[in-house]
């Protein structure tokens, strides 16, 4: 089995920053890549940013500039989310991914942490 594990996030005011952890843990083989995705009450859950194991990045527009995902690179298996000038609109619910292949497997799939909150107050 694999399992992440997230830390961070909490309440800030806005402007504030806050960063998140996760890690993969289990029977790894590969991590393909990692991310970071969200999802506000009564909306879908969106990409906000996104790692592979080459170190290329993807990002959100709306927070292209604000926030930086970023991987250890003695620990393939972490990733960071560093989110600066943080706005209320970028409260909500914040769920690590994984993309990986499990040592007794053949296939990738996907992973996900069980989430933790950020909220911005205004």
């Known amino acids: 089995q694999a399992q992440l594990h997230e830390s961070g996030g909490g309440l800030v005011q806005a402007g504030g920053s806050l960063s998140l952890s996760c890690a993969a843990s289990g029977s790894i083989f590969r991590v393909n890549a990692m991310g970071w995705y969200r999802q506000a009450p009564g909306k879908q859950r969106e990409l906000v940013a996104h790692?592979?194991?080459?170190?290329?990045?993807?990002y959100a527009d709306s927070v292209k500039g604000r926030f930086t995902i970023s991987s250890r690179d003695n620990a393939k298996n972490t990733v960071s989310l560093q989110m600066n000038s943080l706005k209320p609109e970028d409260t909500a619910v914040y769920y690590c991914?994984?993309?990986?292949?499990?040592?007794?497997?053949?296939?990738?799939?996907?992973?996900w942490g069980q989430g933790t909150q950020v909220t911005v107050s205004s």
């Open positions: 991914n994984a993309n990986l292949r499990r040592r007794d497997s053949r296939q990738s799939d996907d992973y």
């Open positions: 790692i592979t194991s080459g170190g290329s990045t993807n």
